[in-house]
Structures are given as structure tokens and as C-alpha cells.
């Protein structure tokens, strides 16, 4: 099984980079293409909406190709995508990759969560909390590295993109030799009638409210990705020093990564370690607030913290809500449909805004009603049924 909870961390770290990537580069393929604020937005944009939009795809391609098969496929697409970026470097090409590698990324978040169900059912929080280290991981290497990479290689922006696609090969070989064909287990035919035994996840109201929390935090998550490096470059940081501040942002989530899935294990209310994340991340947004350069620093260590908590999670409500995994991949399809589909909406929104204000203030205002929203959606879970409050 350590070889499996390699493979998963391999395969989330190839989750992030393709788009987190872009966010220290923004500004630079804005310039260099012509673009607007909005505009150079949806390369981030487009691929977290196709996260959400093409999230049920997971429930088919599972039944078509498994879990081994399935997931190889789509790890080589990613890989495959970002190489293109070196020489496919025009504003469409840039956008239909990232469109396609936005479906990739939305079929493999149930398929793995799936996986995490079935495979460990009394290790869910810890083998989440690698699934989510994973992804943090390859979100600070790209936001961190690219404008390093970018001025190492004289300043040749698709070229920095396209490294990232190094990543998939390594996942991809881990990955093969980790899930052996005769491990896997055939997807059984009757699987139509085992779904139709327990209640779609779109008639439950619970479903809905998990939704909008994974929408809420997924919005912050890409919405810090996208624009706190073009804040910090209001602020007057070069490309290297806006590039390390999401370095910093991200390298604190992955920190908080490590340890909440023991801290679950001893502290498993759900609730007291959401709403100490949601105010830890007001306090950030009030010091972005400020305007002040000095104050970006210890914002983006809060908010990393803020988003480490919250998306092992936003992974975790809905497998505490399933008991199988079939069920659970209807469940993580659902709710990431939805949830991603917020998270691409919201930075292309700030986009808009930025370009009709010309500051970022508006920004943090948006980021605090996300705060907002995800603080009462979490009240009102806990009003649910003593035994399904979170």
C-alpha cells in the first residue's frame, strides 16, 4: 500500500502545476500576446470550469477503462498538453490546452477519491491529507519555480510552462508499477444497479451545501493562484520576488497539509478546524487590505494555512457522507462539478473587476465574501441531523 500512497501523491502533484503555473507569469504573457486583465484570466479560468463541467465524466471513464487504465490515459494527456506548450504558444493553442487538460484533471479528482474510499477505509483522513499534499506540493513548485525558470532560461515564458509536463512521466511510471493489472478490481457490470441503491446525490440537500463549500474555497485557492502575484507586482515585486510570494503561500498550505491529517485524527470535529481556518484567513485578507508590501508576507503564510485546512476538507465531507466507493465517486463528481465551476468563475470575475478598477482592492473584498460564504454554509451543515454534522 506505500507504493499505492505514492503513486496518489505522483499523480496529485501533476494536478496544480499546468495552471498555478501561469499565475507568476501573468502579467509577462499578457504583455508579450496583448491581452486584457480578463483575457490572460482564462488560462486559469478555462481548465478549473472544465474541472467542474466535466467532473461526471469520472463515473463513465471509470466504467470504461478502470481504475489503472483510466488514469494512465489521462496522466499521459496532461504530460503531453504542457510539452505542447513550448512550441503551441499563441493565445488559442494556450486555451485549448489548458481546456483539455481542465477535462483530465476533472476526471481524475473522483476516480483518485474513489480509489482513497475503497482502498483505505480506515485511513481516509491521512491518505486525503497525502492526496491533498500532492496537489499543494506541485502548486508550489510551479507558482515558485516558473519565473525562476523563466529568467534561467532567457526569458522564454512557454518554455517555463512546458517543464512542468515532467512531472507526468515520473507519475506515470510510479503509477503503472504501483497499481499491477491483477490488483486492480474489473469494474463489475452490474454496477448501474448498485448506483440506483442509494440516493443520488443531487436530490440531497447535504450535497448541495458541500458543494458550495468546495465552490467557496476553491475560489479562494485559484483566485490567490491567479492574482496575488499581479497584487504583489502592484505593489512594485519584480517577477521572482511576486512569484515567491505565492511560494510562500503554497509552501505554508503544504505545511499545513503534513500535519491536519493527524491533527484529525486526535481532533476529528470538523467544524472547530474550519472555523479557526476561516478566521485565520480574515486576518490575511486585512493585512492584503492594507496595501502595505511588508504585510503581503505574513498574509500569504495565514491564507496557506487558511487553504491547507480547507481542501483535505472540502476532500473529506463528501466521503464522510458515503459508504461505499461507488458511492463516493457520484458524490466527489458532484460536488467538484459545481465546486470547480465556482472556482474557475470567480478569478475570471476578479479579472473583469481588475480591469474595470485598475487596483486590486476589489479583490480582497471578493476574497472576504468567499471567507463569508463558506462560514455560513458550515453553520448550516451543522444544523443538520446530530449524526451528520460535520
Known amino acids: 500500500m506505500t507504493s499505492l500512497l505514492i503513486a496518489i501523491f505522483l499523480i496529485a502533484l501533476n494536478l ?6 501561469i499565475g507568476p507569469l501573468l502579467d509577462t504573457i499578457r504583455n508579450d500576446l496583448n491581452l486584457t486583465n480578463s483575457e490572460v484570466s482564462l ?4 481548465p478549473v470550469i472544465c474541472m467542474g463541467l466535466f467532473a461526471p465524466l469520472a463515473v463513465h471513464w471509470l466504467n470504461k477503462f478502470g481504475q489503472r487504465r483510466g488514469i494512465s490515459l489521462l496522466i499521459v494527456l ?6 505542447l506548450r ?13 481546456f483539455v487538460i481542465g477535462v483530465a484533471i476533472a476526471i481524475i479528482g473522483p476516480i483518485l477519491s474513489s480509489l ?36 534561467k532560461i532567457g526569458e522564454e515564458w512557454e518554455y517555463a510552462l512546458a517543464f512542468w509536463s515532467s512531472l507526468a512521466l515520473l507519475a506515470y511510471l510510479v503509477w503503472v508499477v504501483a497499481m499491477k493489472p491483477e490488483k486492480e478490481i474489473a469494474v463489475p457490470i452490474e454496477r448501474e444497479n448498485v448506483t440506483a441503491s442509494f440516493r443520488s446525490p443531487w436530490t440531497n440537500t447535504r450535497a448541495w451545501l458541500i458543494l458550495l463549500f468546495f465552490g467557496f474555497q476553491a475560489s479562494l485557492f485559484f483566485s490567490l493562484t491567479t492574482w ?35 491533527l484529525l485524527e486526535k481532533f476529528p470535529i470538523r467544524s472547530f478546524w474550519i472555523y479557526s481556518a476561516l478566521i485565520i484567513g480574515t486576518i490575511g485578507i486585512v493585512l492584503l487590505l492594507t496595501g502595505n508590501m511588508t504585510l503581503i ?18 476532500l473529506l465531507l463528501p466521503l464522510d457522507e458515503t459508504t461505499d466507493a461507488i458511492e463516493a465517486n457520484a458524490w466527489t463528481a458532484m460536488v467538484q462539478t459545481g465546486g470547480f465551476i465556482m472556482g474557475g468563475l470567480v478569478p475570471l470575475a476578479i479579472g473583469i473587476l481588475y480591469d474595470w478598477s ?18 455560513i454554509v458550515t453553520v448550516l451543515l451543522n444544523k443538520g441531523h446530530v449524526k451528520e454534522s460535520i
Open 16 to 21: 496544480r502545476p499546468a495552471i498555478t503555473s
Open 228 to 262: 496575488l502575484a499581479s497584487a504583489a507586482s502592484e505593489l512594485g515585486f519584480n517577477v521572482v520576488e511576486a512569484g515567491s510570494v505565492i511560494s510562500v503561500l503554497t509552501v505554508a498550505q503544504i505545511v499545513t497539509n503534513i500535519f491536519i491529517p493527524l
Open 86 to 98: 513550448a512550441w503551441l504558444n499563441d493565445y488559442v493553442s494556450l486555451l485549448v490546452t489548458a
Open 43 to 46: 488560462l486559469t479560468a478555462v
Open 78 to 83: 496532461i504530460g503531453v498538453l504542457t510539452l
Open 116 to 151: 482513497i474510499k475503497e482502498k483505505f477505509p480506515t485511513r481516509t483522513a491521512s491518505a486525503i491529507g497525502i492526496y491533498s499534499l500532492g496537489m499543494g506540493a506541485g502548486a508550489t513548485l510551479s507558482a515558485g519555480l516558473t519565473g525562476i525558470l523563466y529568467v
Open 297 to 314: 508576507w505574513p498574509a500569504a503564510i495565514l491564507l496557506g494555512f487558511t487553504l491547507g485546512v480547507l481542501f483535505p476538507l472540502a
Open 358 to 375: 485598475g487596483t486590486h482592492q476589489m479583490t480582497f473584498f471578493v476574497l472576504l465574501a468567499l471567507i463569508i460564504g463558506m462560514f
